[in-house]
């Protein structure tokens, strides 16, 4: 009989379910899908019964593989993706859809706090940007449209309050990684802070308690046919997790998560704010920090070129072919292109973009474009384009990053963990875990049951694949190029805006769901 912990990483379009030995052995594996709802446009939101339905089905499942298999589950810890909001009445029962990371809304409210000068010390208190994808943002856009039900909701929560009130029947709780998500959160102080709440138009008693990612609470009774008792770690935030997963924990061992959306992050010992605001700061302990950045964009923008650019595109035996395959063939073509794209620069903000400057509406271009430029130029230059912006991030970092593990649906293919190679200027090695979140949070509960004592053990638990390392003329070659990003993208805002004044924004026609794209929730995910 192998012990295990289960771990329930509940996604934005799916929630995953693994268990895991000590060693970090997957022993069982599961996924529930749901929609992702796009009303509207800037809207993105989720039906709350869906991630609960979810989060129950999959513990389910995986506990009965478990019993097949002869495993004995000691404890089932939690993963949630960060910055949803979700209003609740008392007994925590939701009275409203919950508004993803990817509604688009406040950016209006966004731009009157920075405008008040207001954002860097929000964001060096909180450790979370200024931007619509925040909880502190989105109640705003609340208090601005409907002070009322603002005031007079019961309760304000997010991913994790909901997915706890289904698995427990524990107190109203939230863990310290998802908390310092929300942009209300003070990681200093260590509590909800107070200009923020000013700024939300909640009170404290609205917010729950916050409390360690290592907190042991304890099943329902009879959930998932498991025994009474079954000890219930509250768990972190997806990110957090993904770099636990991933076994980039130790000094200079950043990850990288490459699905729909993309995030490069990497841990400190101690809640950090850089002095021009381009870095998230998020829990994973009350001693491990992980800072970074997350881009809206990433294999989304080759799902978009599929729609877009592939009409007609056939080959030999391609009738019938999803998705899937036709992005896989999609970067196959783009790969007959040189680095570079022969002079073709993308901004790939098709859904916007996050950091490093968390300036809302951004949006997608193409510069540099001449006759002579195919589609396979076309979709290199956008691979390009989102690594660049993830080699920004990491531009942002203090201390050096020497090895980068990736995972996620993206770094299948050959392009995208070469051209990550040539932007980072790094070794990029392929984690072998297809759900590094979830481990994630196996190993987090682990650890939080006394049996894990360290988490950088977690660097030699998981396997990776040999690392491909950056070409060095293509790394000059990016490295010329990534200036010209920055000023670019800064340079168009106002074009942008104006657009989107003259035109504003349809609901995106872009699926967010898919096969090999959706491997990263988009909070980070991520």
Known sequence: MTDVVIGIDTGTTATKGIAASIDGKLRAQVSVHYPLAVPGPGRAELDPGHLCDAAVKALTDVAAVCRDNGDRVVAVSLSAFLHALVPLDEAGKPLGPLITWADARSGE????????????????????PVHPMSPLTKLAWWRDNDPDVLRSTPRWGGVKELVLAALTDEPFLL?????????LYDIHQRRWDPEALEIAGVGRGQLAEVVPTTTVLRLKKGLAGLPDGTPLIIGAADGPLANLGVGATPAGIAAVSLGTSGALRTVV????????????CYALTEDRWVIGGAVNNAGSVVRWAGQSLAGGFE??????????????ALLTEAQSAPPGSEGLLCLP????????????GLRGAYLGLRREHGRAHLVRSAVEGVCQQLALVKDSFEAPVTEVRATGGA?????????????????????DTPEGTALGACLLGWHALGQLPDLDHAAALIPIGEPTRPDPENAALYARLRPLIEKSAL????????LDRLAPPASPAIPVTGGRVDATHGSEKE
């Open 315 to 328: 080959r030999p035996g391609a009738e019938g072919e999803d998705a899937d395959e036709r992005d896989a």
């Open 349 to 360: 903000y098709l859904l916007g973009e996050r950091a490093p400057w968390w300036r809302s």
């Open 411 to 431: 770094v299948a293919s050959e392009l995208w963990v070469g051209v990550l190679a040539a932007t980072l200027d790094l070794p990029v090695a392929v984690a």
């Open 175 to 183: 863990d310290l990684s998802v908390a310092s998500g929300t942009g």
């Open 269 to 280: 010992d101690r809640p950090t704010s850089d002095a021009d605001g381009r870095l998230f």
């Open 491 to 498: 340079a168009m805002l106002d074009t942008v805006k104006e």
């Open 109 to 128: 409210q966004c731009d009157r706090i920075l405008a008040a000068g207001r954002a860097k010390a929000l964001q060096a208190r909180t450790g979370t």
